[in-house]
C-alpha cells in the first residue's frame, strides 16, 4: 500500500506542475493581449479626437447633399423637356455615299509611258 501512495503523490505532484505550466504559459499570452489591447484603446481614443474635430464639416456636406438630392426631380424634369425636341430620328433613306470628285484617274499610266484610250 506504501507504493500506492507514493505513486498517488507523484502523479499528483506531476499534475499539479503540468497545470502550473500551463497557468504560466496562458498568463504570459494573456498579458501580451492585455499590452495589445491597450495600444488599440490609444489608436480609437486618437480616432475619435481627431473625428470630433471633423464632424460639423461632414454635417455641412450632409445638408449640402440634401438640398441636392431635393433638387434632383426638378434638374431631371427639365432634362426631359430639353431631350424631348432634340431625339434623333435617322433619314429612311440614306443615299449611297459618292467620291467628292468624281472617278479617279490613275497616274501610274503615264509615270511608265503607257496612255489608255478615253472612255
Known amino acids: 500500500m506504501t507504493t500506492l501512495v507514493v505513486l498517488s503523490v507523484l ?3 506531476v ?8 497557468l504560466f504559459v496562458v498568463g504570459g499570452q494573456l498579458s501580451r493581449i492585455a499590452t495589445l ?3 488599440c484603446a490609444e489608436i480609437v481614443w486618437k480616432i475619435n479626437r481627431d473625428a470630433q474635430v471633423i464632424e460639423p464639416g461632414v454635417e455641412r456636406i450632409n ?26 430620328e435617322p433619314d429612311p433613306d440614306p443615299e449611297p455615299a459618292r467620291p467628292a470628285m468624281g472617278s ?4 501610274l499610266h503615264e509615270s511608265v509611258g503607257y496612255s489608255p484610250e478615253p472612255l
Request: without cysteine; negative net charge.
Open 104 to 107: 479617279r484617274r490613275s497616274r
Open 15 to 22: 499534475f499539479i506542475a503540468g497545470l502550473a505550466g500551463y
Open 63 to 88: 445638408n449640402t447633399g440634401g438640398v441636392i438630392a431635393g433638387a434632383l426631380p426638378l434638374l431631371y424634369g427639365m432634362a426631359e423637356d430639353i431631350v424631348v425636341g432634340a431625339t434623333y
Open 37 to 39: 489591447l491597450e495600444e
Open 11 to 13: 502523479l499528483i505532484a
